[in-house]
Structures are given as structure tokens and as C-alpha cells.
């Protein structure tokens, strides 16, 4: 699996087609790799994948957690089977949109697992085959295992890219504090007695060096960051190993 950005990893869109049948003209940059990963339609598809996470992960997680527990709780009678199969369905059903997101945002391919077909076709043998099919239950353990590091990620993703353009850009925005705020640009340090400004040139030109390398390092962080997400989708919610066997 491919970790960085360059002429091996870029986007389908920008691949050209050469004379030959699958041929490849690689493409001209001219800017070095750590340079132009902020500028790369990958780097806003990975933040994009990032900041969706955290609303999907959550509601499959409360979904999860929910279901699970009502589920056990009514084992004791025959209402808990179904309640716990319909959760494994939907969850299963959750798991095809995951999919369908890595494939479009993360450019991962991730086959579908096999359906789930019960012997007789009638609505036990649909529970029973649901209840024992491995590729249901791993779909609840990415529910569960998403929800904890999509939000990790959210959170990284956010604080690199916000505070990375917003510091990179102050040196053209710093006037709004004067204008409008009656202080002499962003606040770095006060006190009682004392008040330290970010107003000077060289404190500008420190401030946007600052942000320019948190801008640069945030496609990268972000890159590192979801490649859990990756081997995620592909270990839980691809087929499982027999059926990829057949």
C-alpha cells in the first residue's frame, strides 16, 4: 500500500493513456512532492474522507451500541433473536456505504462481501444464516472499532488544516484586530500588567512560516492517519478470506 504522494500514488483522473492497451503517461510537476501535496486533489478526497467520518461513525456506533444492548437484554425471549439479526442487517448495510466511500475518497478496492441467502428462504432461515455469517459480526466490529479513531482523526485533520491556513493567511487578515477588535492584531500572551501582540513584520513572517508548515504537513499527517481507516474497510468489511479463496 502506497504511503506517499508521487507519480505512483496519484489520482485515476490524472493518469493519461499512452498508445498501448493500460498505458500510462506519467505526469509533469513541477514542484517536489512535499510541496505540492496540499495543491493535490487526493489531499482535499483524504480531508474530505476525514471529516465525514466522524457523523457516519458516530450514528453507526450509537446505532450499534443500541441495537447490541437491546438485543441482549430481550435474549431472554425470542424477541431479541430478530432484533439482534435486523441490527446485524443494517450494520451489514452501513458497511456497504463504508465501502463505497473508500473506493470513491480513498481509492481503495474493497470487493463486496458475499451475500447472506438462507437455505429455505423464509424469514428464520434468513436470521439463522445472518446470525452465523462471520462477515456480519465483523461488520459490528467496525462499527464499534471506526467510531473511537474517526474521531481521533477528525480531530487532527481539523486542528493541522484550520490552524495551518489561518496562520499561513494572518499576515493578510491581521488588520481585522485594529479595525474591529481595538487590539493590535491576535492575542499571544497577556496579563494584568502585560500584553504580547502578533503585529510586528517579523512576528507576521514567523506566524505564516508557521502556517505554511503545518499546511504541509497536514496532507501527510492526515495520509498516515487513514491508513487504519484502509486496512480497516479491507480487513472487516471485504469477503472473508474462504470466499475470496472460491
Do not use: N
Not at 504537513?217 to 480487513?235: E, N, S
Amino acid at each position: 500500500m502506497a504511503t506517499a504522494y508521487g507519480p505512483d500514488t496519484r489520482d485515476r483522473e490524472h493518469q493519461g493513456s499512452g498508445p498501448g492497451f493500460g498505458a500510462k503517461t506519467p505526469a509533469k510537476h513541477f514542484l517536489p512532492a512535499p510541496l505540492r501535496a496540499p495543491l493535490e486533489v487526493r489531499a482535499w478526497r483524504e480531508l474530505l474522507y476525514a471529516l465525514l467520518s466522524f457523523p457516519l461513525s458516530t450514528v453507526m456506533f450509537v446505532f450499534a451500541v443500541t441495537m447490541t444492548s437491546m438485543s441482549a437484554g430481550l435474549l431472554v425471549t425470542f424477541i431479541g433473536i430478530p432484533v439482534l439479526a435486523a441490527g446485524l442487517a443494517v450494520c451489514r448495510g452501513f458497511g456497504a456505504l463504508e465501502r463505497h466511500r473508500a473506493r470513491g475518497l480513498l481509492r481503495v478496492e474493497v470487493a463486496d462481501p458475499e451475500r447472506v441467502r438462507g437455505k429455505t428462504g423464509g424469514p428464520m432461515s434468513w436470521m439463522g444464516a445472518v446470525l452465523k455469517s462471520g462477515v456480519s459480526w465483523r461488520h459490528l466490529l467496525f462499527t464499534l472499532l471506526h467510531f473511537p479513531w474517526a474521531t481521533f482523526t477528525f480531530v487532527v485533520a481539523i486542528t493541522f488544516w484550520t490552524y495551518g491556513l489561518a496562520a499561513l493567511t494572518y499576515p493578510l487578515w491581521f488588520w481585522l484586530f485594529p479595525v474591529f477588535g481595538g487590539q493590535d492584531g491576535l492575542q499571544l500572551y497577556g496579563d494584568r500588567t502585560h500584553r504580547e501582540y502578533l503585529d510586528s513584520p517579523g512576528e507576521l513572517a514567523v506566524t505564516g512560516a508557521l502556517g505554511l508548515a503545518l499546511v504541509l504537513a497536514a496532507p501527510w499527517i492526515v495520509r498516515g492517519l487513514l491508513t487504519v481507516d484502509r486496512l480497516m474497510v479491507t480487513g472487516l468489511l471485504g469477503p472473508s478470506r474462504l470466499a475470496s479463496r472460491v
